[in-house]
């Protein structure tokens, strides 16, 4: 598709992907795609315009159709929907939820496909979602497949709600990540897996910083970025 460098990094939810991809192509100077957003903005568009999460044809409407701006604020990215904020409103359980429904759709992954690849330019990016090496990046010249523990996920979930201060009990978190997992995994367009070229990382017992150096040293030894 391009030459330029593309580092894709899937996993499950909770593995990490989010902060690893941004701080890695903050370091690099990169461009980021975070893929799961389009997906909760879809979800979270459909529900303020009335389209069911049953109805394929009319959410695949909405994502072809999605007015939606990425803004770079210091460390944070800042989404905006149809001109308003919804940074915070698409990070909510059940906008990701609603998301991973979306996300089975055929339709709607094909009407989001190039609109992802378009995030390609250079110097290089990072893509993080959940078939970025499978489908969307399938030349990507590195691509890293996160997992972690479903409790070790729901721990990390349950801190950053807590952080935000919404209390949610670890056992309710485990069952839905679980049934999200088996949801991503079981679906039959773009199943949750790793590509078969993938380099697999178990974060469970990394810390975030660990996991950042330990992708930014293989960009460096394949060439792909100058060592920072």
Do not use: N
């Not at 389009?38 to 109805?55: E, I, K, N, P, S």
């Not at 978190?173 to 990382?201: F, G, N, T, W, Y």
């Amino acid at each position: 598709m391009t030459e330029t460098p593309v580092l894709t990094v899937d996993g499950p939810g909770g593995a990490g992907k989010g902060t690893i991809s941004r701080l890695v192509a903050e370091r690099l100077g990169w461009h980021l795609l975070d893929s799961g957003a389009l997906y909760r903005l879809t979800a979270l568009a459909a529900g303020r315009h009335g389209v069911a999460l049953d109805d394929e044809v009319g959410l695949a409407g909405v994502a072809a159709g999605l007015d939606v701006v990425f803004l770079a604020e210091g460390e944070a990215t800042r989404v905006h929907l149809e001109g308003e904020d919804a940074t915070t409103a698409i990070r909510t359980e059940q906008v990701g939820d609603a998301a991973s429904q979306v996300a089975a759709l055929p339709q709607v992954r094909q009407a989001l496909l190039q609109r992802q690849r378009d995030f390609c330019q250079p110097p290089g990016l990072v893509a993080d979602g959940r078939d970025m090496g499978t489908v969307v990046f399938t030349d990507a010249p590195l691509k890293i497949f996160l997992t972690a523990s479903a409790e070790e996920r729901a721990r990390r979930r349950q801190l950053q709600l807590r952080e935000s201060g919404v209390d949610a009990s670890l056992s309710s978190l485990l069952k839905e990540i679980q049934a999200r997992d088996a949801r991503d995994m079981q679906r039959s367009v773009a199943p949750l897996k790793p590509a078969s070229d993938a380099i697999m990382l178990d974060t469970t017992r990394l810390t975030i910083p660990e996991v950042v150096d330990r992708l930014t040293e293989l960009l460096t030894e394949r060439g792909l970025a100058p060592a920072t």
